[in-house]
């Protein structure tokens, strides 16, 4: 049955309510994660870090339910992120996947929010009897899964943002950002760079974004080029040919000194215009990158200069050019 307008109005306003009240409730859990680890949480959170740098082999992330889930994700952002991790579910563990956890170089990464899931006690047992390491994630220090733990990392008791205090929500998302926080605690721990993401996320617009200028830009007889001394009557042709938008300038020593875009030609459109030379009208020093520049970053330096093509420079000299349809094309822009 259809609401009529003030039910429907109420039934918005309640509904907006509840999602702000969630909302608070999480960023009070978090606001507790945070202060945990400002307080008597430091120590493990450092001792978790510094071993699981060390490791020789992989993180083994694991946990049931909905921790399994969150196990998931932090599995995959530790492997995205430079440290070597694949999530193993617990049940699966007890059925043969115990297999795939080697002894004296994995550790694993247990997260349980009582501490006391069935599901992880052979997994549990199997990491003691081969002396595996183990970090447990949960919120009692007091539990099975952290007394049998080389580390524990205990997340603060806050209100589930369910009104039933049921199904995990304010837990779950303490457990995802303390995933979050080792895993950017090792990225810059290992000085994991820009670069060595890019290896791996080569695909979509993230690969994109993280290409390097020299990977996409025009190059050799696409690049529009003159010297300082050539005609309009003939850079204008030339500019048309290019399609690019812009016309390089170069001095006798192949060093750019100038461009000349699309602007320019509008700005000094009048009757004695293809009578001049591309020096007298070339906007001089214009703004040039590296071949090595990312494309998130030639992007950058195009929005905030408000213009569309930028010439690649090396000594000085133009080796490139990138447009921002070149950005487009590729899935940056």
């Known amino acids: 049955m259809a609401l009529n307008a003030r039910d429907e109005e109420y039934a918005r306003s309640g509904a907006v309510t509840s999602a702000l009240r969630t909302l608070e409730l999480e960023c009070a859990g978090l606001t507790a994660l945070a202060d945990t680890l400002r ?20 993180a083994i992330v694991t946990g049931m339910g909905k921790s399994g889930h969150v196990g998931q994700k932090v599995a995959a952002t530790l492997a995205s992120t430079g440290t070597p991790a694949f999530f193993v579910h617990p049940s699966e563990a007890s059925h043969g996947d115990l297999g795939m956890i080697r002894s004296g170089e994995d550790l694993v990464i247990a997260l349980s929010w009582s501490g006391e899931t069935t599901e992880l006690t052979n997994l549990v047992q199997y990491s003691r009897r081969f002396r595996v390491p183990l970090v447990a994630i949960t919120s009692s220090d007091d539990s099975t899964l952290a007394r049998a733990a080389d580390i524990v990392l205990v997340l603060p008791r806050t209100r589930e943002a369910c009104p039933h205090g049921l199904a995990p929500t304010t837990s779950t998302l303490m457990q995802l950002a303390l995933g979050d926080a080792l895993a950017i605690a090792l990225l810059e721990r290992k000085g994991f760079t820009a670069i060595d993401f890019k290896t791996f996320h080569p695909g979509g617009r993230l690969g994109a974004a993280l290409s390097h200028v020299s990977d996409f830009m025009h190059r050799g007889d696409r690049l529009p080029l003159a010297r300082v001394d050539t005609p309009m009557a003939e850079a ?10 812009c016309l390089g300038i170069v001095d006798g020593g192949g060093r750019l000194v100038g461009i000349v875009t699309d602007g320019d030609l509008r700005r000094h459109m ?12 070339m906007t001089s020093r214009p703004k040039t990158i590296g071949p090595d520049m990312l494309a998130s970053q030639a992007l950058e330096v195009l929005n905030s200069s408000a213009i569309t093509a930028l010439f690649v420079v090396e000594d000085a000299r133009p080796v490139g050019l990138v447009h921002i349809h070149d950005l487009l094309r590729i899935g940056v822009a």
Do not use: W, Y
């Not at 307080?39 to 060390?54: E, N, R, S, T």
């Not at 009048?270 to 009208?281: A, E, F, M, Q």
């Open 39 to 58: 307080g008597p949480g430091a120590d493990a959170f450092c001792a978790a870090v510094d071993l699981i740098h060390q490791a020789t082999g992989r």
């Open 236 to 245: 204008v042709v030339m500019m048309t040919e290019k399609s690019l938008g």
């Open 270 to 281: 009048n009757p004695k215009l293809l009578d001049s030379t591309v020096g007298d009208i």
